[in-house]
């Protein structure tokens, strides 16, 4: 273990306020780029790999038992809002996990421990470290601490878990084409952005950025959304969506 390495969990472990065994913990933090530049340390990829079955139950569990009367479906998207990567990153600045993932100099570089992917990995190997330490229960009380407030979010949501569906179906109700989107990438293939634009009757009606395309194509979908409502509202046009 590095001092590095031991720094940084010890910080972490009193900012989340739960006892994770060291060893573990930074395990959990070590980024592929900092275990090869480190002469070949073992990574937090197998963490991850258990992180995201444990997470994925808890949350099942929570949702079906919640919400008796919702069918597979919409349980499904509510699960999928709550442990998509974009959600598990934001959950990771919220307790500025960015600052203790230990990264090589190559992803410091390019701004890694603000990466929607690498945040995201990093909080499911911390909850297989959480697992590892301390077993199902103590799991499921440390997830739904961090991801509780992302599944009431979800739960007012309705069509909002899917601005694209929810998009085309506005469309569809008021005579309007359907949604054309427009992406355009940037940055190196480590680091890449994409910019949406989404096209309805020929005319930009809503942008959105993000990590990944589907990212900037949902963020795109919810602007043009609403600005539709807004012009309903404006117009005191009233639909059934």
Wanted: charged share 25%; net charge negative.
């Amino acid at each position: 273990m590095t001092s590095q390495g031991e720094q940084a969990a010890a910080a972490l472990a009193e900012r989340l306020g739960v006892s994770i065994d060291p060893e573990l913990l930074v395990l959990a933090l070590t980024h592929r780029s900092f275990a090869y530049e480190a002469g070949g340390l073992p990574t937090n990829e197998r963490l991850e790999f258990l992180g995201d079955s444990v997470l994925g139950i808890v949350v099942t569990d929570r949702l079906y038992r919640e919400y008796p009367d919702l069918p597979e479906g919409e349980l499904a998207k509510m699960r999928a809002a709550c442990v998509s990567q974009r959600a598990l990153s934001d959950i990771s600045r919220t307790i500025g996990l960015g600052d203790f993932i230990l990264l090589g100099r190559g992803e410091l570089s390019t701004g890694g421990s603000d990466k929607d992917s690498i945040l995201g990995d990093a909080l499911e190997a911390l909850i297989g470290a959480v697992y590892l330490s301390h077993g199902i229960e103590a799991s499921r009380e440390f997830v739904l601490r961090l991801i509780g407030p992302s599944l009431d979010e979800a739960a007012g949501m309705g069509a909002g878990l899917d601005w694209k569906t929810s998009l085309q179906e506005a469309c569809a109700e008021r005579g309007l084409g359907a949604p054309r989107y427009e992406v355009v990438g940037d940055g190196p293939d480590h680091a890449r952005n994409f910019e949406a634009t989404v096209m309805i009757d020929d005319e930009p009606r809503g942008t959105g950025v993000g990590t990944a395309k589907k990212y900037a194509e949902q963020e795109a979908a919810a602007n043009a959304y609403q600005a539709i409502l807004a012009a309903d509202s404006a117009t005191g046009t009233t639909t059934a969506t």
